[in-house]
């Protein structure tokens, strides 16, 4: 047929068009394409040339109509056929569409309404993806005008016509066409009807102007479309756009809004509301509100009316009007609540609204939006409202009734089932299937109106404009990763009993888990007395509000009673959003409250039931392409206002009318399934993971996050988002000392802007990396940056009245923060200079801020922050106390430090019981909330400040029991006044008699406060004990200071031999009577009795309680040592030393020792950190600090401490050298015989110095001991032997000590440091002038450059200079004899004298040969233990070391430090096997090239460490600065040092600067892989390597390293002056010499030779030369090395040489004894020869 119409010729072009449509009907209904598009398309070019062809005044009106149908249904045709045929091209759908436009224009040419519907119709659907994007909605508004047109058109052409029943014959196709398109063409619900699809083009069109924010144009569609569309309902969307649009424009909407009185009460008041957030004024937007409230009057609708008083109330708080309205609309929301109509029992059951209680209340509904009202509540009414607590206490027991109305209908419910068939399973399953059916079922037809959706912000648009492109993500992999996790965990936290009751306590609700069948009950309980989709109607919204009542229940310090509300929204998130992820963040911080409570077990279960995946493809798949898809949209006009709430900056008003904090976004759903997230709401969520990982120290995934995050906000333009991510990077790059990263951060944030809580944050985090910084006046710059956003926060609370307490609070804590600054500084400035005139302003300054700041803080209710203002005016006080030297006044500033002290722990025990007591007791046992260690804390801070006075009012009882008996003392009591009452005089005498009880009583309140806290219950112990102590200094009859006296403690033991022991009472006879030499009477018989009564019961109390003390004392020693805490162990071991004294000499040198342990532990630590500040140098740069912040958190019963420490452990030598062994007290039981330790130790304030020796006992009798000649062999087996005895034999003493202090001078102390430091610094610039003079002609110019000195400098400056040195250091070395000559003097070292001298190993390897002979030990080593500030004298000068008998003096930092280098780990022992295979592998090539490797044959010694000498490495003169003539030249004096020894120096390996440079890996391999390492250059040896490496660094293999370092020329000058100008003072610090030993030491070197100061070339080269002779040639250890060259004349001299194998005679030894007898009169000592000293392991000899 087609072929037939196509081939004829047709004479009438009418019915040509007529057949060849219907042909491409039939076509198109059979489905065949092809044929129904030749068909239409011949139809359509068959009418383009009858219109051309044709006159149309001279055709008749009905064939003009019906050729125009007949065009119009094949158009239609041409275009159905294309959609049907699409394959996913988009561009067909663009082309169709244009067909269904010709058609509708055809249609209203032809005046037929049908077909221009019908073609509408097809046009809707066809362009229905397009309606969703701006960009798609701007080319559609010129074929939408063209319909509604078109449809106009024939709507008054269908008006004209007269009606007539009959049709033309000509007609019949469309009459088809018309019925068959009805009923074949499937549209959706609603579309059929005309007049809503005529509204929906309306709306469309006006859309399109909307997007161009062209109001005016389409608020003329919208009458346009009012005046042409018939009045009928389906006006209403427009009327509904017009008023929105009138309302914006400040327009009278009046009359549009009455078009809606036929509508229901809810829909009023979600018109009202809507209009609300649209209206620019503040007066149109309150009458909005008003409306919307009052509209609602129905008994159904009260629910909406609830939620419209809550908004209004936040509305009203937020534009400042009076807090008394919206606290009043919120009590109208709470009342109607309260009397809703309850779910009753029973229809019998009456409703009384006279009694109400929570009891009554069982909707979920009714109690969320309870909850809802009082967390508001508490948020307008403020903290300092009385009813702030009582609202926030009320929205937690909402929660908690919800819980309990849910798990009560969940367990009916499972009570049910369980009595119910088995096959009552299988409807569940159907069950499920018809829910997860139920989202595709939900999605409407774009066509349909939009619903009336609660949750939707703006309703301008057509519901296809709400829809979003996203699918639901697959959950079968979410869902296999819960049963999982699940899995593994459920087994270990297993609830007991039934699962419907609520957890008993704070603990159960830590390690609550929902189970599964209550989740499930939950799902399916449709009593509206469960939580689930019926009954949380908006759950992102609940769960926002639950977050602010979390906020207000940590801001009132209930931070356990979070956990219910924590775990009902884990419930709403897992079961009611449907969100693993925001499951997830819920989990976080339950584990961060859990942790913040001490409950680790609990802690690690939530943070293990999250995984370690905290964001997920499909997380950021789904918002790429909603993002993509949001970016096709012109910006909306909703969301252009919606952009920059919460984000404006001081001085704009927030004019967000739903977030009251500073978290301004409530999550969304997903507009598809209605439940998880939106794919843009992830963002957010991501942010708020990134904070709680903050708080739990999980650093790499925080920063993934907001990485992620802060991209994302970027892509969504959210500047409040991007705001909050770089302030919360900036808080990751202060944790990981990146504080110049943090200023840059928090620069830009600031600059977009925040709200209050934000610029507080941000302030407080530039502050902490103003003051992380290592930059001089750092602490004046933050106090001065704080101080300019105080007074730019000040004027902000005039402006909004309604946040005058928390901005308030924010200007007090700002204040606050400024003083405690100041007072670090002073405290800081005191420690480093010790000038007390100074420090009193100081001081005072910041002490008259905080009695201000105290008062703000009481007034706007924040409690806990006035008694930290308190306590730190205490602390001043005592600071002033203890540097004061008046009498009067340290008891004045000690009386009011108590006092303030005691007011603060008054009031915070009265908070904490107030607290404490909102719950039973037997529900809070275990716990340990932040509010209880802060009250702690300040216990333990007053306790201190009555200790200090404890001790002042000892030692002035003892000072007048002391002078009782003078007869200055009884006149001057007969002759003083009375003090008066309210004296200080008199407050301090009576504080003084009960001081002991008050310290008693607060240390027993303290036992209930340290609940997992080892911290602070170590402090409490050591505290306890040194109030003991004091307790029985008091009561001592003598004074404390007599028991370190020798003659008193001789005395004393032999009277506590002789008397019974303090547990028995004594009995005093008294009728005993003492032998007397001269009469007396019967009265003084009776006094004397009576004071020998109250002497020996002082006396027996004295012992109870030292007994006491040192029991408590070495409890909290075993705390702190297993607790790593190195701190308070080094306290409790100095007054273990105190208590002890010299009753037992040994066992206080092992406590002094241990207490010289923690403090060198500790300053090493602040070295190492100074040295790693760089954390992303190295990951024992990230860890170490990691760990130093834990610790000053007090985490320390945390997994992830346990976990860095452990990794430390492993990857790093220095953390293990940093640790306290436990085993300390035996490490002297491992020393060799030969070794004395002198251990000399500071009190903390430098006011007594502490000396002792310890050292072996020899085990020989006194007879051998007389010997000179005895046997070694035996000598070393009895050793050996001793050293087994230990096990299962008897105790026997192998230790002597002896221990002594003496009261010291600080102040001259100070000055000799002084004094060596000014020296030191002399020295170095004396040097640097020999070689660098200043360039005259630049001097002028303020600039000071380096030029080479002249040939030779006079020779009689040189002369002056070097005799004012020694002239100086022999002043020094008297100021330091007289210094240490109290302590030092109490010492006999006479055992040393009678010691034979030791031998080398020449004669060793003589008496090796002969069989009754065995090798003789290295002599007798003195082993210097000092604490740092005594490092840096000259100690190895002192008179009492140059006994010719000692063969060496070394120094150490402490006895773990020297026991770490001599102990020899098994994984070292390892690697040294390892390394001498690799060793014995090398000759094989050195013997290919020809070179004979002599063979060594040297003894070690006994009690030697071996050095391998063959694996020495070397760096000379790296960057080739010496001059190459001067003989002093370190490249040539090395290479004639490698040639004098080539049979021992033929394998050593390394770099000389003038062949090359080593590279920092080359550096790196050399210190790995060598045994001893000798550096021989310019300057300091740590500008030649980078430090973060080197700290990283494990050398155990490295033995020993040399460094003839320290000196000038004028190249390596000017390269040092440039490296060192962008250095910090800190960094500089750390290359000075004790500091480069330290971290040499920390990374595992054994011994080290240094300067103590700056040398020349001339000085450095001898050394060499005699320190190679002695080691390598003489065989000498490093301690005789160093020795030999101490004994050096002068500096210049030749060194002198020590023949190989030979050993003065003893006879030798008695005449240098003649010269010196007592070792009083030694030559005068030169500088150069103390200035290498050894630090270490004296017995090294290579081998």
Known sequence: MVKMALECSWTDSLVQLQTLTRLAHYAHTNHDHELAMTCSQKALELGDKTLHNTDVKKQGTNDYTARQEMLSIAACTQGKGMMENLAGKKHLRTVASKWFVESARYAGEAGNVALAMIATRHFWNACLPFIGSSADRQQLKIPTEVLLKSIIKASEAKNKQEVDEMLDLHQWPAVDFQSSSSSSASFYPGADEDLTLRTFLYVLLFQVYADKNDWEAGLKVLDDAVQILPRTKHRLPIFKHMVMVKARLGRNYIMEIQKFKDESEDCLSHMW?????????????????????????????ELKKVDNLLGFAEWLYCNQFPLSEAIKHLDWAIHILLYLKPLRKSPDEEDSRDQISVRDLRSIKQLEALCRAHTIMAVISGHGSPSHEQHCLMAYAFVMHMWQMSLTSAGSALKAVAKVSPPQLSTTKMKGKKDAKQPASSQRSPTTPPKKDKSSKDGKQPTGNQRSPTTPPKKDKSSKEVKQVQSVIKDKFKRRGPTDVLPASVEEWANYECPDEI???????????????????????????????VKELQAILCTHLTLPVLHLAEIIARDVVESRSLSDLYHLRLSSTCLNLKLCQASFYHEKAVGGVFINEIEQGRFRQEIAFKKENALKDNQKENKLLGCSKPGDVDQNTQKLTAKDKILELNPITEKELSGLSFPYLWIDKAEVLLQLNLYQPARLLLSEAHEAAQEMNDLCAVSQCLYLLAVLANLEKKHGQAKALLEKAQLIGGN??????STLCLIDAILGEDREGKSKRACHFLQKNINILRPLVMERPNREAELGFIIARLEARKAYIQIDFAKDFIHGHQHYSNSVAMLLEPYDK???????????????????????????????????TDTVEKQSRYLDAYKLAQEAVKQMEELFQHIHNMLPIN????????LMRKLAFMKLSLIEIILDIFVLTNIERKKKEAGAEQIEQIIEEFVRFTPDAASVEQAWITLGHTIGHNAQTQLTSLQTLYIGCPDIKAKYLYLTGRSLHLLADRSNPLSSDIHWSESTVEVAKSLCEKSPSPEVEPKCDETETPTTPLPLSKKQLDQYRKKASELRERQIWTQKYLFQSTEVLLQCINVAINNNMIDTLARASLEMVECIGKFDSLSAAQFLALHQSCTASMMMKEILLAATLNTSSSQLAAMLHLQHHLEQKGERTSSILKNVEQRLAAISKAWGNLCISVQHFNIMNELPPNFHVIILQHSEDRSLLYGAVLQKIKPTSPKEQKEKTGHPKDKGGQQKE?????????????????????????DAFFSLLEKVKLLKEERMLNLLDQVLSPDKTLQDEGLRKWQESSAQLDENMEDEDEQHFVSEFQAILKDMEGYLKPVLSQFDFSELR???????????????????????????CVILLVDKSLMELPLEALSIFQEESISSVSRDFSLQMFYNRLHKEESESEGRKDGKSAKESKPKGEQKRGIKIPALNRVLLPNCLPIDIHNVKYVVDPYNEARRKETDNPEQIFKTVLERYELFTHRWDGFIGSTHCPSQAEWEHLLNNCSAFIFYGMERFLCHILLERLVAMKIPECQLIMLLELAHTKPSAVRVRDLDEDRSSLRLSLELPTETVILLSLIGVHSIIANQWHATLEENAPKLESLCESLLKVGKTTGQA??????????????????????????????????????????????????????????????
Request: hydrophobic share 30%; glycine share 6%.
């Open 1282 to 1306: 001793k050293s087994g005895q230990h096990k299962g034999k008897p105790f026997q003493p192998t230790l002597q000590a002896k221990i002594v202090r003496s009261t010291v001078d600080s």
């Open 273 to 301: 509301h809507r209009l609300a957030s649209v209206s620019p004024d503040l007066v149109g937007q309150l009458s909005c509100y008003q409306n919307a409230i009052d509209i609602l009057q129905q008994k159904e609708f």
């Open 923 to 930: 529900e809070t046992r275990n716990v340990n909330m932040p």
């Open 756 to 761: 209050e809580t934000f610029w507080y944050n």
């Open 1394 to 1420: 009678l010691q034979s001298p030791a031998v080398s190993p020449a004669d060793s390897g003589k008496g090796k040969g002969d069989s009754g002979k065995a090798l003789e030990d290295i002599g007798q």
């Open 1682 to 1743: 160093i020795r030999v060259l101490q004994k050096c004349k002068t500096a210049v001299d030749q060194v002198p040489k020590v023949e190989p194998y030979h050993v003065d005679s003893p006879e030798d030894n008695k005449e240098d004894q003649k010269e010196s007898p007592s070792g009083q009169s030694h030559p005068e000592i030169q500088p150069s020869a103390l200035n290498a000293v050894l630090y270490g392991l004296p017995n090294l000899m290579f081998t």
């Open 519 to 549: 989740r499930d009950a939950f799902k399916h309980d449709s009593s509206g007395c469960a939580v689930n989709r019926e009954t949380i109607l908006a759950p992102t919204r609940t769960l926002y509000y639950l977050d602010l009542l």
């Open 850 to 884: 905080l009695i201000h700041i105290e008062k703000d803080f009481l007034s706007y209710g924040y409690k806990d922050h006035s008694t930290e203002a308190l306590m730190a005016r205490a602390d001043i006080q005592r600071m002033l106390a203890k540097h004061t």
